[in-house]
């Protein structure tokens, strides 16, 4: 089995920067993209940014050019660096692996716990 853990969430002021970091342990088979949702109080659950497999990094409008997302393939960990951020960015964070832990199995979606992200002054 395959478990997600963020950590790195937390109250920053507008304009200030936090680091995102999602560790999986176990190991999956194959996977087919890898990311970031947020969801705020009252609102759907948003994607923020995600690395298909093979594909191109993909972020939402609302982040593009402050948001960057990254992997470390040794570490088995997803990183989410997050600058100059806005009290809209305000929201809890997921982290999320499309994959199969075995040949043969349904690809399958894995989630963290999520992380609060608060930015007021």
């Known amino acids: 089995q395959v478990q997600l853990v963020e950590s790195g969430g937390g109250l920053v002021q507008p304009g200030g920067s936090l680091r995102l970091s999602c560790v999986a342990s176990g190991s999956f088979f194959s996977t087919s993209a890898m990311g970031w949702y947020r969801q705020a109080p009252g609102k759907e659950r948003e994607l923020v940014a995600v690395?298909?497999?093979?594909?191109?990094?993909n972020y939402a409008d609302s982040v593009k050019g402050r948001f960057t997302i990254s992997r470390d393939g040794a570490k088995n960990t997803m990183y989410l660096y997050m600058n100059s951020l806005k009290p809209e960015d305000t929201a809890v964070y997921y982290c999320?692996?499309?994959?199969?832990?075995?040949?043969?199995?349904?690809?399958?979606?894995?989630w963290g716990q999520g992380t609060q992200v608060t930015v007021s002054s």
């Open positions: 999320f692996i499309t994959g199969r832990l075995h040949y043969g199995l349904e690809f399958d979606n894995y």
């Open positions: 690395i298909p497999t093979g594909g191109r990094t």
